[in-house]
T-cell receptor, first 114, second 111 residues
Framework: DAKTTQPPSMDCAEGRAANLPCNHS???????VYWYRQIHSQGPQYIIH???NNETNEMASLIITEDRKSSTLILPHATLRDTAVYYC???????????????FGKGTKLTVNP | EAQVTQNPRYLITVTGKKLTVTCSQN?????MSWYRQDPGLGLRQIYY???????DKGDVPEGYKVSRKEKRNFPLILESPSPNQTSLYFC??????????FGNGTRLTVT
């Protein structure tokens, strides 16, 4: 499975957009990019995923570069409740015949400041 | 409500005393997995299961066992716990067309 690289920490002002980068230069053609976040010691929460097109849902937007070697998670209007560790992982979507051996990096600690 | 349920939430035990952490999901997911989380190391996969009776090692399987006799349950067994297994444990499930759903965690302390 492809591994990911994220900055260890980032800060963002409340109400501004938070842009969290992720490098996944060894991603293969059938691997999706997933983003999760973990608030304090709760179970990680799914945010969004995508293959090659940009994606948007009620929580965030995901921008994937054309060569798919990196992506950016965008929280358009960060709030204090968005303070969390954000994880980027790659996973084969629909792994029938494959494996679910997933590798989480150390993530990015996002702090949203008032 | 769709959920992954782990029990117990907190557990303190002594070295060598066998324990089981249960995990159950109500979403009919094929895939289930266990992770441990330690400060500075992030989430590391212990074991995963592709379906009933199909399990495989993750990155840190030593000292753990799992079983998948039923689709909804995936217990984590520590036959002889040691202090280095003190950690926060998460169970997760998913299917072909869904992302991982995580449980709320089990904080284990082995003294």
């Amino acid at each position: 499975d492809a591994k990911t690289t994220q900055p260890p920490s980032m800060d963002c002002a409340e109400g501004r957009a938070a842009n969290l980068p992720c490098n996944h230069s060894t991603i293969s053609g059938n691997e999706y990019v997933y983003w999760y976040r973990q608030i304090h010691s709760q179970g990680p929460q799914y945010i969004i995923h995508g293959l090659k097109n940009n994606e948007t849902n009620e929580m965030a937007s995901l921008i994937i570069t054309e060569d798919r070697k990196s992506s950016t998670l965008i929280l358009p209007h960060a709030t204090l409740r968005d303070t969390a560790v954000y994880y980027c992982i790659v996973r084969v979507f629909g792994t029938q015949g494959g494996s679910e051996k997933l590798v989480f990096g150390k993530g990015t600690k996002l702090t949203v400041n008032p | 409500e769709a959920q992954v349920t782990q029990n117990p939430r907190y557990l303190i035990t002594v070295t060598g005393k066998k324990l089981t952490v249960t995990c159950s999901q109500n979403m009919n997911h094929e895939y289930m997995s266990w992770y441990r989380q330690d400060p500075g190391l992030g989430l590391r996969q212990i074991y995963y299961s592709m379906n009933v009776e199909v399990t495989d090692k993750g990155d840190v399987p030593e000292g753990y066992k799992v079983s998948r006799k039923e689709k909804r349950n995936f217990p984590l067994i520590l036959e002889s716990p040691s202090p280095n297994q003190t950690s926060l444990y998460f169970c997760a499930s998913s299917s072909l067309n869904s992302p991982l759903h995580f449980g709320n965690g089990t904080r284990l302390t082995v003294t």
